[in-house]
Nanobody, 116 residues
Framework: QVQLVESGGGLVEPGGALRLSCAASGSIFSTLNMRWYRQAPGKEREWVATITPGGRLTNYADSVKARFTISRDNAKNTVYLQMNSLKPEDTAVYYC?????????WGQGTQVTVSS
């Protein structure tokens, strides 16, 4: 069983930056593909970014490309989302997800609010 705990959310002004973290329990973190999702009020959950188990490959939604960076430290069992040039439309609850084969694990989410 894997537990995921997100942190790092908060209130930031437009143009600002935040770094989200997602810490995993258990011993299989380095085998998991990891993704960040977000869900804004009244909207469906949307995929934000993916990173492969070794961290070599990443992929991003068009809405965040060139502004967000996903990375991971397998020694620390942690995946990160560096968010720069934040916009009000980035306001959402951000969730991390880990999966391997049919197994999928979710964190509880962390709120990011971009407002002046």
């Amino acid at each position: 069983q894997v537990q995921l705990v997100e942190s790092g959310g908060g209130l930031v002004e437009p143009g600002g930056a935040l770094r989200l973290s997602c810490a995993a329990s258990g011993s299989i973190f380095s085998t998991l593909n990891m993704r960040w999702y977000r869900q804004a009020p009244g909207k469906e959950r949307e995929w934000v970014a993916t990173i492969t188990p070794g961290g070599r490959l990443t992929n991003y939604a068009d809405s965040v490309k060139a502004r967000f960076t996903i990375s991971r430290d397998n020694a620390k069992n942690t995946v990160y989302l560096q968010m720069n040039s934040l916009k009000p439309e980035d306001t959402a609850v951000y969730y991390c997800n880990g999966w391997i084969g049919p197994k999928s694990y979710w964190g509880q989410g962390t709120q990011v609010t971009v407002s002046s």
